[in-house]
Nanobody
Framework: QVQLVESGGGLVQAGGSLRLSCAASRSIFSINAMGWYRQPPGKQRELVATITSGGATNYADSVKGRFTISRDNAKNTVYLQMNSLKPEDTAVYYC????????????WGQGTQVTVSS
């Protein structure tokens, strides 16, 4: 069991940057994968980026080259650095933890709002 708390969202102009943080209630060292998802207003939740315990990363095509996911095991925290933000990046961003490879269960944070203005 793990609780996740996102922070760092806010309002930013197009072209600007934000850094989201996801603080976990326990060590994330052994968690198979951590990820960020987002849900734009009126749309389905979608994958943004994931990072495995081994450091492998995966990004949605829409954010490649602009977003970077990272993890700091010592701080039990996962980050999402978002650069060159676009209005279409506006969404509620959610942190996700999948402790076991091959399982269909995971934990979710409460979300943090990111709004990108034109």
């Amino acid at each position: 069991q793990v609780q996740l708390v996102e922070s760092g969202g806010g309002l930013v102009q197009a072209g600007g940057s934000l850094r989201l943080s996801c603080a976990a209630s326990r060590s994330i060292f052994s968690i198979n994968a951590m990820g960020w998802y987002r849900q734009p207003p009126g749309k389905q939740r979608e994958l943004v980026a994931t990072i495995t315990s081994g450091g492998a990363t995966n990004y949605a095509d829409s954010v490649k080259g602009r977003f970077t996911i990272s993890r700091d095991n010592a701080k039990n925290t996962v980050y999402l650095q978002m650069n060159s933000l676009k209005p279409e990046d506006t969404a509620v961003y959610y942190c996700n933890a999948k402790p076991v490879y091959g399982s269909n269960w995971s934990y979710w944070g409460q979300g943090t709002q990111v709004t990108v203005s034109s």
